[in-house]
C-alpha cells in the first residue's frame, strides 16, 4: 500500500514539475525596481541523466509492486496453497524481481547520473547556496 501511495505522489509531483502547476499558486507579479530571486528562478532542468534515473527508479517501483502482488497471491490459499508450493513461481517472481529492482540501480545509480551539477543550466541564474544568500541579504 505503501508502494502504491509513494508512485500516486512521485506521479503527480512529476507532473506539477513538468507542467510547471506547483501546490502554492505563482507569486504575485514585482516590480522591477524589486530583484529578488525567487524560487521559480532556480527551477532544476530535466536533463537526460534525470530521465533515466527516474527511469530507474519506476522500473524499481515496479518490480517491488508485483513481487508484493505475489506475495499476497502467494498466501490467499495459506501455507499448503498451489502457490506457495510452486517453486518456479517464486524464483520468477520473488526472487528475480528483488534481484532486478536491485542491479537496475547499477545502470541507474542517483549519484552517477545526477552528478555534482544536478539542475544547473549555462545561465548566470546558477549561484551557490553562498550566493544566494548573499543575494538575498542585500
Known amino acids: ?8 505522489l512521485s506521479a503527480e509531483f512529476l507532473w506539477r514539475y513538468s507542467h510547471r502547476r506547483p501546490v502554492r499558486g505563482p507569486e504575485p507579479a514585482r516590480s522591477q525596481s524589486q530583484t529578488t530571486l525567487t524560487n521559480a528562478d532556480f527551477r ?5 541523466r534525470i530521465k533515466n534515473m527516474l527511469a530507474g527508479l519506476f522500473f524499481n517501483i ?11 497471491i502467494e498466501l490467499a ?10 517453486e ?10 528483488v534481484v532486478l529492482a536491485m542491479y537496475i540501480f547499477n545502470f541507474a545509480h542517483p549519484g552517477h547520473l545526477i552528478g555534482r551539477d544536478m539542475g544547473k543550466s549555462s545561465t548566470k541564474k546558477d549561484l551557490s547556496f553562498f550566493e544566494l544568500e548573499a543575494v538575498q541579504r542585500a
Open 62 to 72: 515496479l518490480c517491488l509492486v508485483i513481487r508484493a502482488i505475489y506475495r499476497t
Open 1 to 8: 500500500m505503501i508502494i502504491v501511495l509513494y508512485s500516486i
Open 88 to 97: 518456479v513461481y517464486f524464483n520468477v517472481l520473488d526472487g528475480a524481481m
Open 77 to 86: 490459499d495459506g501455507w499448503n496453497g498451489r502457490v506457495i508450493n510452486t
Open 44 to 48: 532544476g532542468k530535466m536533463d537526460v
